[in-house]
């Protein structure tokens, strides 16, 4: 059955109507379990630098079964002084070349002399202070300065500037101000599913496609498994794998991100807890144990770094990176159809994990139940030392949450460790250094254009009555959306009554679907849709497949 409403609103008053809407109830016996406040959480409240959510224009919301509702917003205006720009780039070191130059912001006396090249061309610059808004583990301040000539009607306009630039020797890319990331009043358009578990009485948790290293569409996920709806969830490296710690029915697919926040659903998404998680592997032979680096990755290199064992440059988190280590060792499960190939050496293990093969090059499949531990560098020697056939391997698995505990992984448990934090305990929470999404270093352009700047967001949260939110918020598009910043989407997770909430993966890959309406955002890239390593999906149905 559906039921759709709409209503159009031009004040301040429909914003509060709706984030009511959302909050309004008592709390159901079989409603999700929100958080527990927790003592001594870094928190912090919504700021004087901090974006409110604007105005809403008008809200259609439909019913797709008793108790899951879809909303579609749009929110905020188009400001006649947003106009195209042109930012020219900055050398990553003084003296550096100015044709060659990649950094969108740097310090202000690099960016004064960027200037003063510019002037002596015949343009006229201005250089612009960027900032950041106070988050949980760092505070308010200034991220580095950049550098930008003119005001344009259009795109067009503002391209055949970018060209006269490049010519006389400078190095740049088109803008548009609406989506700094700065105007709380900017065009949005916002969608909303929201599951009561009072009257649901279906599940919602994860689902990937044929295999975890083969991408496939959400219109195609929710078909295929006969979903009610579903969102994006974790991003994927270039295999297609996802990437942090990735747990579905129980089972540990991918490895975490250490430290890194993720969120835990349990009870078909009855039970929802955003923490910050940690993995401990290890496998046992020939009386010698060794830590595995890794599962359903490719061996050495660690996307969003955040590994063990010695990566480089950074075991830290860090968004968007590729850390390396040239020694590992790294487990495939039989979910992975495809694994790499090369040099090094690996086992194959059935499903009791004991040693079928020992082989000194890689790229085995990995048999129905069973698995490989692939090993390259010291961690192919050490696989060729101590691994016997007929053997069995002792492999120890641990999942850790934020307080060090283990996580225990019961058959409906999942884990998508995405991030940043968003909200905990209904306080707008971002944590930028520890999730990685401030980068180490002396280039911030990753920061500047992911997390300052405004970009298509997906998220997933819990209300206070224990009711689901899964937010997907449209961006990178003129006149349509202009999309928020990590901070903006935070606040607009707060104002909806989320009191947990975790960011997930975004920009082209921010999709909603239902099945009465199929796509119901308007994706970024201009190919449509993006095809994805895993996805959180509304199902009818009490159990998963």
Not at 45 to 55: C, K, R, T, V
Request: with cysteine.
């Amino acid at each position: 059955m559906r039921k759709s409403t709409h209503l159009t609103v031009s004040s301040a008053a429909a914003v509060l109507a709706f984030c009511a809407f959302t909050a309004l109830g008592t709390v159901p016996t079989t409603g999700a379990t929100a958080r527990p406040a927790a003592a001594g959480r870094p928190v912090t409240a919504a700021g004087p630098d901090s974006p409110e959510l604007p105005l809403t224009r008008s809200a259609t919301s439909t019913e797709i079964a008793p108790g899951v509702t879809g909303t579609s917003l749009v929110v905020g205006r188009t400001n006649t002084a947003d106009a195209w720009t042109v930012q020219v780039n900055q050398p990553l070191t003084d003296g550096g070349p100015y044709d060659r130059a990649t950094a969108a912001l740097g310090p202000k006396a690099r960016a004064d002399r960027l200037a003063a090249a510019l002037r002596a061309k015949g343009y006229a610059p201005r250089v612009e202070e960027i900032r950041t808004p106070a988050y949980a583990d760092r505070p308010a301040g200034t991220l580095g300065w950049t550098v930008r000539v003119g005001r344009y009607a259009d795109r067009p306009a503002a391209a055949t500037v970018l060209a006269g630039l490049t010519r006389a020797g400078f190095a740049g890319e088109n803008r548009y101000t609406a989506q700094d990331g700065t105007d709380p009043e900017a065009l949005q358009r916002v969608f909303v599913l929201r599951v009561d578990f009072k009257q649901f009485t279906g599940r919602v948790d994860s689902d990937f496609g044929p295999s975890v290293d083969a991408p496939e569409h959400l219109t195609d996920l929710v078909t295929s498994t006969r979903a009610l709806a579903g969102i994006n969830a974790q991003w994927s490296a270039d295999s297609g794998a996802p990437l942090g710690l990735y747990v579905k029915d129980g089972r540990l697919l991918s490895t975490a991100t250490q430290g890194r926040g993720g969120v835990r659903m349990a009870r078909g998404g009855r039970e929802l807890d955003v923490d910050t998680y940690t993995t401990r592997i290890a496998v046992s032979a020939g009386g010698a144990t060794r830590e595995i680096d890794g599962i359903n990755r490719i061996p050495g290199e660690i996307w969003n770094c955040g590994g063990v064992g010695g990566d480089q440059p950074t075991e830290h988190p860090q968004q968007d990176f590729k850390c390396t280590d040239d020694s590992e060792l790294v487990r495939f499960t039989s979910d992975w159809t495809t694994p790499p190939t090369g040099a090094g050496a690996e086992v194959v293990l059935d499903r009791d994990d004991r040693v079928t093969a020992v082989n000194r090059t890689r790229g085995a499949k990995p048999p129905a139940g069973g698995s490989t531990i692939q090993g390259i560098g010291e961690g192919a020697q050490w696989l060729i030392g101590h691994a016997r056939t007929g053997a069995r391997l002792g492999i120890t698995q641990r999942v850790l949450d934020g307080a060090g505990h283990d996580v225990p992984l019961t058959p409906d448990t999942t884990i998508l460790q995405v991030g940043p934090t968003l909200v905990r305990d209904g306080l707008v929470s971002v944590n930028a250094v520890g999730d990685g999404i401030i980068r180490e270093g002396i280039d911030q352009t990753h920061t500047y254009n992911w997390v300052v700047r405004g970009n298509p967001r997906s998220m997933v949260g819990v209300d206070d009555q224990g009711r689901l939110l899964l937010v997907v918020v449209d961006g990178r598009q003129v006149g349509w959306s202009s999309g928020l910043s990590i901070t903006g989407g935070a606040e607009l997770m707060k104002s909806l009554g989320a009191r947990e909430a975790l960011n997930l993966d975004g920009g082209g890959s921010s999709v909603m679907v239902t099945t009465g309406s199929g796509i119901v955002n308007r994706p970024s890239d201009t190919t449509g849709q993006r095809s994805l390593s895993n996805v959180l999906l509304v199902r009818p149905n009490a159990a998963g497949r």
